[in-house]
Each structure stands twice: as structure tokens, then as C-alpha cells.
């Protein structure tokens, strides 16, 4: 199951390409970042199954930091700072916070959609890079990032049905993306 409304668009495909090192470097922070919201879910989450999942998607998450800074280091790119894209931070926005069964709900549908876009762009990526390493990298990836998007969407339905917000938080994130930002970034 997709749960995004809108493809991304080409114009993001043609910056990403401009600046392959960039990209690479905000890969790797959001990679870095997915993993800290996964152990940050585990913390929140009182089911022991559950917990467990999100704990080997937060080894993965990290794994595919590793990875990318690999590939960064391979390129002879330094790992650095970089600004954000605004995406996520919005996304979260519309997340509701309270309470909890709620918030848990908005949180996993929020992740199985930026987990879903992922998906959809290293697909994306594996299609278009020419450089055969990160074709490969990419190529690696892509099954992971839509097993991720798709247990975050069952765990979503364990606190409440998903669906009304998944409506929701669709159009919000199809919005984003068909605004876009003017940045080479995983998610602008």
C-alpha cells in the first residue's frame, strides 16, 4: 500500500542529480534522524512486540547512516552540518500531541509517510545516478524504506484507526511536496 497522494515531483529529481554529494550528505542526516525518532517511539510505546520492531528499525536506520557516510567518505565529501529541509518539521506540525493514543497514532502515520517518500525517491535515485556505488546504495535500500513505511502504517493502527489521519496528514505531506524548496535535500 502507497500511502502518498502525489508523485514526487521532476524537478526534484533534476536538482537531486545537480549535487549528488549534497544529497548524499542530507541522506545521511536524515538516516541519522530516523533512527533517533525510532528510539524515540520505542520510549513512548507501551507494547513489548512493538518496542522490539522499532528497536531493530532504529539498528537499520543506523546502519544506513553508516553506509552513507561511507559512500561520502568514498566520494571525498566531509560529513557536516547542513540545514533541513522544512518538510519533516512541518509534517510533524500537524501531528497531534495530546494525548497519547492519538499522538501515537499521528506520529506513526507522520513516519510511515516520510518513510514512504524515502522509498519513493531512492527508487527514484537507483533508476537515474550513473555513479554504479550509489546505484548500488540506493538499490540496497529500497526494500528496507518500504518495509519501514508500511510497519509504521500497522503500528499506527494499534493506537486508534489510522485512516481519518492518514487523509489528514496525506494532504499535508502532498502539499509539501508539490510546494517543494528550493534546496538539494532528501526531502524538499
Known amino acids: 500500500m502507497n500511502p502518498l497522494l502525489c508523485p514526487t515531483p521532476a524537478r526534484w529529481l533534476d536538482r537531486a542529480l545537480s549535487d549528488v554529494d549534497t544529497l548524499l550528505l542530507d541522506h545521511a542526516h536524515c538516516e541519522k534522524k530516523a533512527a533517533s525518532t525510532m528510539l524515540?517511539?520505542?520510549?513512548?510505546?507501551?507494547?513489548?512486540?512493538?518496542?522490539?520492531?522499532?528497536?531493530?528499525?532504529?539498528?537499520?536506520?543506523?546502519?544506513h547512516f553508516e553506509m552513507a557516510l561511507r559512500e561520502l567518505r568514498r566520494r571525498g565529501r566531509t560529513y557536516e552540518r547542513l540545514t533541513?529541509?522544512?518538510?519533516?518539521?512541518?509534517?510533524?506540525?500537524?501531528?497531534?500531541?495530546?494525548?497519547?493514543?492519538?499522538?501515537?497514532?499521528?506520529?506513526?502515520?507522520?513516519?510511515?509517510?516520510?518513510?514512504a517518500r524515502s522509498c519513493e525517491r531512492i527508487g527514484l535515485l537507483a533508476d537515474a545516478i550513473d555513479d554504479p556505488h550509489l546505484k548500488s546504495f540506493y538499490q540496497a535500500l529500497h526494500p528496507a524504506e518500504e518495509r519501514h513505511h508500511l510497519l509504521l502504517l500497522e503500528a499506527a493502527a494499534r493506537f486508534g484507526d489510522p485512516a481519518p489521519r492518514l487523509v489528514h496528514l496525506a494532504q499535508i505531506e502532498a502539499a509539501l511536496v508539490t510546494e517543494g524548496e528550493d534546496l538539494v535535500r532528501m526531502h524538499a
Open 40 to 63: 524515540g517511539l520505542v520510549f513512548r510505546t507501551p507494547e513489548m512486540e512493538l518496542s522490539g520492531a522499532l528497536s531493530r528499525m532504529a539498528r537499520e536506520e543506523l546502519t
Open 84 to 115: 533541513p529541509s522544512a518538510y519533516a518539521g512541518r509534517l510533524a506540525a500537524a501531528c497531534r500531541k495530546r494525548p497519547e493514543p492519538e499522538a501515537l497514532v499521528d506520529a506513526f502515520v507522520a513516519g510511515s509517510l516520510i518513510e
